[in-house]
């Protein structure tokens, strides 16, 4: 069995239907509200084990509601959550979107226990076939742990996203660096407007490291040393991108620990991003291995 490792974020998302964003003094009565659990860590974790794989979670929650919630839920989604550890004091991440009706989503976020993670978890991790990595947690601790996995031999594959904090050092220890359009933009110093998934996912490598970049609707284009390439998704019918990002990383991590050269896992990858943009929210939308399959059997047909 594929062997995945997460070290990451968990984050409770508290969501709000507002007709408007309160200004100072003012409340405002939201018209929906949801509680959803997320992170970019935890649906990448969640996604990895419902495509197959055996994943260990690395993360740190508070001792309170929301913390028990995601040993919960990873438990029953089948991850080993022995690694996330529980943090006296210190509140589980929680974010606040408050959804406006023209859709724009603004954010209020508190980092809590993400941020608290030590970087001394990385120093006796377990053994596996692709640790992946995001940047919601400080990047010291992601360095660290890819760090250990690559002394091993092992592959890192680093989603950078939020881009803002992932740094150099980092970026240059993974196997692969998969940002989507906006930070690859940012990753090169570049205008998104102008970029060009192959020519982007070209200039991003370097002689340690790949690049996948991905591309919404478009799939996603990929380089390594001397070659390059892209992949267009299955034709879905999409209705909400939420994890997309999310599955399409999972599935790529697990293709390439499987020993799929990148045309072939991107087929993989691209799908499993398709599948989760039928779905509404982030972790209903995760897929499993057949959902992945149907895909692709469907778009083999065509
Ligand atoms: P992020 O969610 O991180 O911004 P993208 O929007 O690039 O990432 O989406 C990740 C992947 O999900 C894409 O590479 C693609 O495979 C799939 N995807 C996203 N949007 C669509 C869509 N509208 N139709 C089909 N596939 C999609």
């Known amino acids: 069995m594929t062997r995945i490792l997460v070290v990451g974020s968990l984050v409770m998302d508290l969501a709000f239907d507002v007709p408007a964003v309160p200004g100072p003094g003012e409340v405002i009565l939201a018209t929906a509200f949801g509680r959803y659990r997320g992170g970019k860590g935890y649906n990448q974790a969640v996604a990895a084990a419902r495509m197959g794989a055996e994943v260990v979670m690395v993360g740190a929650v508070g001792d309170d509601d ?35 009706p023209d859709g724009d989503v603004g954010f209020v976020q508190y980092q809590g226990a993400n941020r608290q993670l030590d970087a001394a978890v990385a120093a006796d991790l377990p053994d596996c076939d692709a640790l992946l990595l995001q940047g919601e947690i400080q990047a010291p601790v992601s360095l660290a742990a890819a760090r250990a996995v690559r002394s091993r031999g092992g592959r890192v594959v680093l989603n950078p996203a939020p881009v803002h904090d992932i740094s150099d050092e980092l970026a240059t220890t993974a196997t692969v660096i998969t940002p989507n359009e906006v930070e690859a933009a940012a990753l090169l110093g570049r205008d998104a407007a102008d970029l060009d998934g192959e020519a982007a996912a070209r200039a991003l490598v370097t002689d340690q490291r790949a690049a996948v970049v991905t591309l919404g609707a478009r799939g996603a284009a990929w380089a390594d040393g001397s070659r390059s390439g892209a992949v267009a998704p ?7 991108a939420t994890a997309a990002g999310d599955s399409f990383n999972a599935a790529l991590a697990i293709a390439l620990a499987e020993g799929q050269g990148y045309a072939d896992a991107l087929r993989f990858a691209t799908a499993a991003g398709a599948h989760a943009t039928t779905i509404r929210g982030a972790e209903p939308a995760l897929p499993t291995r057949a959902d992945v399959e149907a895909l692709l059997d469907a778009a083999g047909s065509d």
């Open 234 to 240: 299955p034709g879905v019918e999409a209705i909400d």
């Open 66 to 100: 929301f913390g028990r919630a995601f040993l919960t839920a990873l438990d029953a989604e089948g991850v080993d959550a022995s690694r996330v550890v529980v943090l006296d004091g210190v509140a589980t991440a929680v974010a606040v979107p408050l959804v406006t």
